[in-house]
Nanobody, 124 residues
Framework: QVQLVESGGGLVQAGDSLRLSCAAS????????MGWFRQAPGKEREFVAA????????YYVDSVKGRFTISRDNAKNTVYLQMNSLKPEDTAVYYC?????????????????WGQGTQVTVSS
């Protein structure tokens, strides 16, 4: 069992930056692929970024490429999402997710564990 706790969300203005963190419990964190997803009101959960267990494979949704960076520190059982040049359309609840087996993917149902989410609001 893995528990994930996100932090770092908040209210910012367009163009600002935020860094989200996702702290994981459990000794097997370093073997999991990790992903970040987001969900805006009235919309489906959307893939944002994913990273393999050792960081050698990283994927982003096109809308955040060049602005967001996913990274992980296996020694700290933590995955990060650095978000720069934020836009109002980035407003959503951001969730981190862990996948026990397989490559990092952009499909929510392939992930086994989820955090409770952290709100990111970007004002124009």
């Amino acid at each position: 069992q893995v528990q994930l706790v996100e932090s770092g969300g908040g209210l910012v203005q367009a163009g600002d930056s935020l860094r989200l963190s996702c702290a994981a419990s459990g000794r097997t964190f370093s073997s999991y692929a990790m992903g970040w997803f987001r969900q805006a009101p009235g919309k489906e959960r959307e893939f944002v970024a994913a990273i393999s267990w050792n960081g050698d494979r990283i994927y982003y949704v096109d809308s955040v490429k060049g602005r967001f960076t996913i990274s992980r520190d296996n020694a700290k059982n933590t995955v990060y999402l650095q978000m720069n040049s934020l836009k109002p359309e980035d407003t959503a609840v951001y969730y981190c997710a862990a996948r026990r087996l397989g490559d990092p993917r952009n499909v929510p149902f392939l992930y086994d564990y989820w955090g409770q989410g952290t709100q990111v609001t970007v004002s124009s």
